[in-house]
């Protein structure tokens, strides 16, 4: 403790930090070094960011100036308010007891365990997985908040800065809004018996929680309701991968799958889970368990949480499917390339669960005159731009009510947009290097997938095909770039390229990747090798596999290739 105080005293003397609000607390080495990994703090890490918490899933919306943000209330005087409204009195200050709202600033599993709770005031806890969907909770609850006294507080007081700025950026009836300086971390070193404050704090790093010297428990266990507030088995729901509150007892039932009390109210918990047994994995792949063994030490063990803890079992050794967003290529759709993936999706049939998705962009239909027909052009079962976009007829196109439509997840800049519709004669044969001009419609597509993700996910991974792949890359690298937790665990990325713009490409993707497309010696004449190599080269090497076949622009189904697809996804289950 004595180094750390020296420590920040010469980094307090620099005038960058003058205003740092320095935090100490005393604790013991992990007990667990499984929990101390994943919590992330085994090492000194320093890095320059724009958000330290990211206030917007939306990296195109932007936040609101911390300059705006709420009036700072010390420990003292944030309780001396709350005492106030207790006592039900007139309050002498700025904050009127009986126009005042508490409002939790964390989310659902933190507030779960601990919280402030007073007389006489109401309480607002939003209940959100994760900070970036409070600014939607805001939205949507405003005028529980308009004309009160808003009394914010969070773990360390960082999240309540963007938030009461944003509260206040709302204008008039919004002005009021106040902020525990140094959050529940600063409240209960001055009242160490835990004051308004009950139950426990939730931390990030291995200590996973802090009590004050009040031993009542505010949570519940997520099957029996007993009282119960320890995270460290680190239970989750099966569906989101919250985490949840699972007593000793209920851990060792069997047949409980855990469903967070979000996903029961969006009724998540009435589908039934699509389950494999570890034995139809092992018949399928594995000969036997030392290369289970080996899969388990491969160079993805310090980029993904052990297979004890992601595993989602029942009672009869079962374990979930892996659900995986997949992502057409250009001027396809989620049925053709649903059909067209029929082989891949039967092999890992004991795996995975495919979903599709049309892309939001939808193109006119394009022709060319039969004459006109390039001979060139590779017709693959997945060329796409060469199927779909060199139809050739003798006679007059056919009725656009008997044509499947197509999309699109980049659209070169002032592209044809669909308002035209009808068919359209190609101007010029096919360009197997049309994909270089499609650099436009990533916002669109971004906003679209986050829609889906929120709607039909969670998703354990994203599989991408040609543009597919290189929006999947696009879009983890908008992610990470925002600071944010990646939607997807793993990216399979096949005949992709790179969309990634130069100045973004710096920082390499931290997101496991298995990359699948033809070498030299393929037939692959619209993505050559070298532009699926460059998408490579954008993701962390120690976190990724790449498969080079002789076949064309198609995902290979035979083996050694779809084994060690397999491979990969076994480190997911």
Request: include cysteine; charge should be neutral.
């Amino acid at each position: 403790m004595s180094s750390l105080e020296k420590h920040i005293a010469e980094v307090k003397s620099k005038s960058l930090f003058e205003r740092t609000d320095f935090k100490l607390a005393a604790c013991e080495h992990p007990s667990d070094k499984r929990i101390a990994k994943e919590c992330g703090f085994t090492s000194l890490n320093i890095r320059v960011v724009k958000e330290l918490v990211t206030f917007r899933s939306d990296s195109l919306s932007k936040s609101p100036g911390i300059s705006n943000a709420g009036t700072h209330l010390s420990a003292m005087e944030f309780h001396s308010v709350l005492h106030d409204a207790r006592n039900n009195m007139d309050s002498h200050s700025s904050v009127q007891q009986k126009q005042l709202v508490l409002l939790d600033a964390r989310n659902m599993y933190e507030t779960r365990i601990g919280k402030f709770q007073t007389p006489n005031v109401e309480t607002l806890d939003p209940e959100t997985r994760q900070y970036s969907d409070l600014p939607a909770w805001i939205d949507d609850n405003s005028e529980q908040l308009r004309g009160k006294h808003v009394l914010m507080y969070c773990t360390g007081g960082i999240r309540c800065e963007m938030a009461s700025a944003y509260i206040r950026s709302k204008g008039v009836g919004f002005e009021n809004v106040f902020q525990l300086f140094g959050g529940i971390q600063r409240y209960l070193e001055q009242f160490p018996d835990g004051g308004f404050f009950k139950g426990k704090k939730f931390v990030f790093d291995h200590r996973i929680s802090v009590g004050s010297q009040d031993v009542d428990i505010v949570g519940n266990c997520l099957i029996c309701r007993s009282s119960f507030d320890d995270y460290s088995s680190r239970c989750r729901c099966s569906y989101c991968r919250m985490l949840v509150l699972v007593c000793y007892n209920c851990q060792g039932k069997a047949g409980v799958v855990y469903v967070c009390e979000l996903c029961q109210k969006q009724g998540k918990g009435d589908k039934p889970l699509l389950l494999i047994q570890d034995n139809q994995i092992n018949a399928d792949f594995l000969p036997d368990s030392s290369e289970a063994i080996e899969i388990a030490k491969g160079p993805f063990s310090g980029h993904i949480k052990p297979l004890s803890e992601l595993s989602v079992r029942d009672g009869n050794n079962h374990r979930r499917k892996l659900r995986i967003l997949c992502l057409h290529g250009f001027r396809q759709n989620a049925s053709n390339f649903k059909g067209r993936t029929s082989s891949l999706a039967k092999k890992l049939k004991n795996m995975v669960e495919f979903v599709f998705v049309d892309a939001p962009h939808e193109l006119p239909f394009i022709y060319q005159e039969h004459s006109h027909q390039p001979p060139h052009v590779s017709m693959d079962w997945a060329s796409e731009e060469a199927t779909n976009l060199a139809h050739s007829f003798k006679e007059s196109p056919p009725p656009l009510k008997d044509c499947k439509k197509r999309f699109a997840w980049l659209i070169a800049p002032k592209s044809d947009c669909l308002e035209e519709g009808g068919w359209k004669i190609a101007d010029v044969p096919f360009d197997p290097l049309q994909y270089q001009q499609q650099t436009d419609g990533f916002e669109k597509s971004y906003s679209y997938l986050k829609t889906v993700i929120s709607q039909m996910g969670p998703f354990d991974g994203i599989l991408g095909f040609s543009q597919g792949a290189a929006m999947a890359a696009l879009f983890c690298e908008q992610q990470q770039r925002c600071g944010g937790v990646l939607d997807f665990r793993f990216a399979i990325l096949c005949s992709g390229f790179s969309a990634v713009s130069g100045e973004c490409s710096r920082k390499l993707i931290k997101c496991p990747s298995l990359h699948c497309f033809g070498n030299g010696q393929g037939h692959d004449r619209q993505i050559a090798c070298e532009a699926s190599r460059k998408l490579v080269d954008l993701f962390d090497k120690d976190c990724s596999v790449v498969i080079e076949h002789d076949m064309g622009h198609i995902i290979p189904t035979r083996s050694p290739y779809i084994d060690q697809m397999k491979e990969f996804l076994m480190r997911f289950l």
